[in-house]
C-alpha cells in the first residue's frame, strides 16, 4: 500500500522563519485572461489551460482566444488541481479535497478537443493528490497534507511528499519536502510542482508569491532546497513552457489571469 510505504517520511517540526518577506517577484512577460484560473495552469507552448475544480478552458497564447472549454459534473470532479501536457493528453491531478479520508484519481482529457478520455483512481492515500508530472519517463506526484481544513487527524502538512510512480501509477520511491519549504507552505501544502529542464524541481504553495527551487538528495529522504525565487502571483499550480525557456505559467486567483514569468537561473 502506498501510505504503507510513506509513513517513515514525517517530517520534522519545521524550525525555519516564517515572517521573512518574499524575494522580489520574477518579471512577468504576459497576462491573459481566464475564467478558469482558480487552481491553476497548463501550457503546450501554443495553448494555454486554465484548470478550476471541475472545468477547463483551453486558450491560444498568440491572441488569448478561448478555442474550447469543459465542464464537468461537481460530484465527480469536487477538486481538480494541476495538470501537465504529455503528448496530446492533458494529465490533472484530482482528489476529494476537503473531505476526508483523503481520496486522489488521475484525470486525462484529450488536449485537441478537451474530452474527457479515462480517469485512473488511486483511491486512499498519503494525502491528497495535487500534482502530478511527467519526467525522466516516470510520473511524479505530489500528495498534499493539511493543518485543519482538509486535514487527517495526526497527519498535518509536514506530511506533504513526492511521489515517483511507474506508468501504472505504482510508488517506486518518495521524499518529504525541505524543513523551510513546509514552514513557508504551512498551514496548507504544496499546490504546484514542475520538473525543469535544468534539473530542478520547482514548487509552489497555497498563498505564498513564491517559487522554490529543490533538487533530489545524494542519500536520504529529504529533498534539499537549492533557491527561493519571487513570483508575481501566490502559489498554486504552475506549469514549464516547452517552448519559450525559463517561462513559468501561474495564475492570479482572485484576478482569473494566467501569468507568464521569466523566471531567472539557478546557480
Not at 512577460?29 to 501554443?46: I, N, V
Not at 498568440?62 to 504529455?86: D, F, I
Not at 504552475?238 to 482572485?254: E, F, K, T
Amino acid at each position: 500500500m502506498l501510505s504503507a510505504l510513506l509513513l517513515f517520511l514525517a517530517a520534522a517540526p519545521a524550525t525555519a522563519s516564517t515572517d521573512a518577506p518574499s524575494p522580489p517577484p520574477s518579471p512577468v512577460s504576459l497576462r491573459l485572461k481566464a475564467a478558469e484560473a482558480r487552481q491553476g495552469a497548463a501550457s503546450d507552448g501554443k495553448f494555454l489551460y486554465a484548470i478550476d475544480n471541475d472545468r477547463i478552458g483551453k486558450y491560444r497564447i498568440a491572441t488569448g482566444e478561448k478555442v474550447a472549454e469543459w465542464q464537468g459534473e461537481r460530484r465527480l470532479y469536487p477538486h481538480m488541481n494541476s495538470c501537465t501536457v504529455v503528448g496530446t493528453q492533458l494529465v490533472c491531478a484530482a482528489s476529494n479535497y476537503p473531505q476526508v479520508p483523503q481520496t486522489s484519481s488521475v484525470e486525462v482529457f484529450d488536449t485537441g478537443t478537451l474530452k474527457h478520455v479515462r480517469s485512473v483512481s488511486l483511491g486512499f492515500g498519503p494525502g491528497s493528490l495535487t500534482v502530478m508530472d511527467r519526467h525522466d519517463g516516470k510520473w511524479w506526484a505530489v500528495f498534499a497534507n493539511y493543518e485543519g481544513k482538509g486535514g487527517e487527524p495526526g497527519r498535518d502538512y509536514r506530511y506533504t511528499v513526492l511521489v515517483r510512480m511507474d506508468d501504472a501509477f505504482r510508488a517506486e520511491a518518495s521524499w518529504a519536502f525541505p524543513e523551510a519549504v513546509l514552514a513557508r507552505m504551512a498551514p496548507k501544502s504544496c499546490s504546484g510542482l514542475s520538473w525543469s529542464e535544468d534539473g530542478l524541481i520547482y514548487a509552489t504553495g497555497h498563498d505564498r508569491p513564491e517559487l522554490y527551487a529543490m533538487r533530489l538528495p545524494e542519500a536520504g529522504s529529504r529533498l534539499e532546497l537549492v533557491e527561493t525565487i519571487g513570483l508575481a502571483t501566490p502559489g498554486q499550480a504552475i506549469d514549464w513552457d516547452p517552448l519559450v525557456q525559463r517561462r513559468l505559467w501561474s495564475i492570479g486567483r482572485g484576478a482569473n489571469e494566467v501569468v507568464a514569468s521569466q523566471i531567472p537561473p539557478v546557480q
